[in-house]
C-alpha cells in the first residue's frame, strides 16, 4: 500500500523547530513580556522583600553567593512555568480543535476581555486568599539562604498569581494551547519566568539603589499591558467575524491605545516628549483610517487572486487512491484546518503566487481538510504522523514520502518556491 512509510517517518527535531521559529509571535516576546510584568505595582514592591527572604537575611553574602541564590530562586519559579507551558501544549489537535469552536473562540474573547478589564483596575484576579496562604506558609518553611530551600521557595512562588500576573499567563497559555508545539510551551514560560525574575537577581546583587520609585507609572505599566491582553480578543473574534470587521476591531484597539498613550504623556514635562506626544497622535490618526472607511461608506476594488485547485481527500484509502492514480507525478498534500491561522496564511499569501503556482505546475496537489476533527482526520493525521498544522507532505512518483521535504509551519511565497525548487531528489 503506498504513503505507508509515512507513519513510520519520525517527526525530526529539526522540523519541530522550524515550526517553532515561523509562529508569529516569538517566544523572545514572553521574556520582554516578563520584564516588563516585573515593573507592575503587584510585582516591583515585593521584590526587595522576596530578595531577603531569598538570601535568609544574611547581610554579608559574597555577591557570587548572593547571585546564584538569587538564580537558583528564578529557576525554581522558571520550572512551574516551564511545567505548566509543557502540559498545555501537550494537549494535542483534539484540544488546538475544540478551542477554535465559534462558541468556544467567543467565551474566551468575553474572558480575555475581563482580564483586561482587571487590567485597567476595574476588579481583582488573584488566587483564593485561602489557597495563597498555604502556599506562602509552605514557602516559608524553606530555609533561605540554601540553594535547596531556595528553588523550593521559588517554585512555590511560580503557583501564586498576583492580580498583575493573571491575565497576561493567560493570554501565553492560550497562545501555547494554539500553537500545541511542547519546545514552544516549554520555552516560552521559561523565558517568562526569567524575564520576571531578571529585575529580582539585579536587585539582590546591586540593592535597592536599582530599584526605581514607586508612582503613577507602574499604575501606568499595568494599564498598558491590559491593552495588550485586548489584542486576544480581537485575534480570536477575527476567526468569527472575518477579516473585514476584524480590522476594524483592530483599528479601534489601536485608536484607544494610541488615544489613552497620547492623554496619558501630556503629564510628563520634558520637552523631548513633545516628539512623543507627535508620534502617538499620528499612529492614532493612521489607526482610525479602517473606522472612517466604514463610517463614511468607502469601497475599495476587491483584489482578484488565483488559487491552486486542490482534489479534496478525506481518508487514508482516499489518499491512496489518489497515488495511484498520479500516475507517476510528484504529489503535493497539504493539511489543513478553518481554525488554523497559518494554513490560511498559506493560502492568502502563498499558495496565490504566481511564482508558487509555476513551481507546482507539474504537481498533482491534494488537500485533506480536518477541520472536523473526526475520526477520519484523526486516523489520516496519525497514518501520516502529523503532530500539528499546518504540515505539507511531499511524495514521488511511485507514492513515496519524502520525509525531509516535509513543511511544518508557515513559509512565505520566497522561501516555499525556494522550498520547492530543493525538495527534488
Excluded at 499612529?283 to 482534489?311: C, E, I, K
Aim: contains cysteine.
Amino acid at each position: 500500500m503506498v504513503a505507508n512509510n509515512a507513519a513510520s517517518q519520525p517527526v525530526s527535531v529539526s522540523q519541530q523547530e522550524q515550526h517553532t521559529a515561523q509562529l508569529p509571535f516569538s517566544a523572545l516576546w514572553a521574556l520582554l513580556i516578563g520584564i516588563g510584568i516585573a515593573f507592575t505595582p503587584c510585582v516591583l514592591p515585593m521584590y526587595p522583600l522576596i530578595s531577603g527572604i531569598v538570601l535568609g537575611g544574611k547581610q554579608r553574602l559574597s555577591t557570587a553567593r548572593a547571585l546564584l541564590l538569587t538564580f537558583i530562586y528564578v529557576q525554581g519559579m522558571a520550572l512551574t512555568y516551564t511545567a505548566l507551558g509543557l502540559v498545555v501544549a501537550a494537549a494535542g489537535l483534539q484540544f488546538q480543535a475544540a478551542l477554535q469552536h465559534p462558541y468556544v473562540l467567543i467565551g474566551l474573547a468575553i474572558v480575555f476581555t475581563l482580564l483586561a478589564m482587571s487590567m485597567f483596575g476595574l476588579f481583582t484576579l488573584q488566587l483564593p486568599s485561602s489557597l495563597q496562604t498555604r502556599l506562602t506558609l509552605m514557602s516559608n518553611r524553606q530555609q533561605g539562604g540554601s540553594p535547596g530551600g531556595v528553588f523550593v521557595m521559588g517554585a512555590i512562588a511560580g503557583l501564586i498569581c498576583s492580580p498583575c500576573t493573571t491575565a497576561p499567563l493567560s493570554a501565553i497559555l492560550l497562545y501555547i494551547a494554539q500553537s500545541g508545539n511542547m519546545w514552544l510551551g516549554g520555552g516560552t514560560l521559561y523565558l517568562y519566568a526569567l524575564g520576571m525574575g531578571l529585575p529580582l537577581m539585579l536587585i539582590t546583587v546591586f540593592g535597592n539603589r536599582l530599584l526605581p520609585k514607586s508612582g503613577p507609572w507602574m499604575e501606568q505599566v499595568k494599564t498598558a499591558f491590559g491593552f495588550v491582553i485586548l489584542a486576544l480578543p480581537v485575534f480570536l473574534l477575527e476567526r468569527v467575524i472575518g477579516d473585514v470587521w476584524g480590522l476594524r476591531l483592530w483599528s479601534a484597539l489601536g485608536v484607544a491605545f494610541f488615544g489613552w498613550a497620547f492623554i496619558t504623556s501630556l503629564q510628563a514635562k520634558r520637552g523631548w516628549m513633545r516628539v512623543v506626544q507627535i508620534i502617538l497622535l499620528a499612529a492614532a490618526l493612521v489607526s482610525v483610517r479602517p473606522l472612517q472607511d466604514w463610517a463614511f461608506g468607502a469601497t475599495h476594488t476587491a483584489q482578484t487572486q488565483t488559487h491552486l485547485n486542490f482534489t479534496q481527500i478525506k481518508t487514508v484509502d482516499e489518499l491512496n487512491q489518489a497515488l495511484v492514480e498520479a500516475k507517476g507525478k510528484p504529489v503535493m498534500l497539504d493539511l489543513y484546518a478553518d481554525w488554523c491561522v497559518a494554513c490560511k496564511e498559506f493560502e492568502k499569501y502563498t499558495f496565490s503566487d504566481p511564482q508558487v503556482q509555476k513551481a507546482l505546475a507539474d504537481t498533482v496537489l491534494l488537500q485533506a481538510n480536518i477541520t472536523a476533527n473526526d475520526a477520519q482526520d484523526v486516523a489520516l493525521l496519525k497514518h501520516l504522523n502529523v503532530l500539528g498544522l499546518p504540515t505539507i507532505l511531499f511524495f514521488d512518483g511511485q507514492g513515496q514520502e519524502h520525509p525531509q521535504a516535509r513543511v511544518t509551519g508557515f513559509m512565505d511565497a520566497e522561501t516555499f518556491s525556494a522550498h520547492l525548487r530543493d525538495r527534488q531528489p
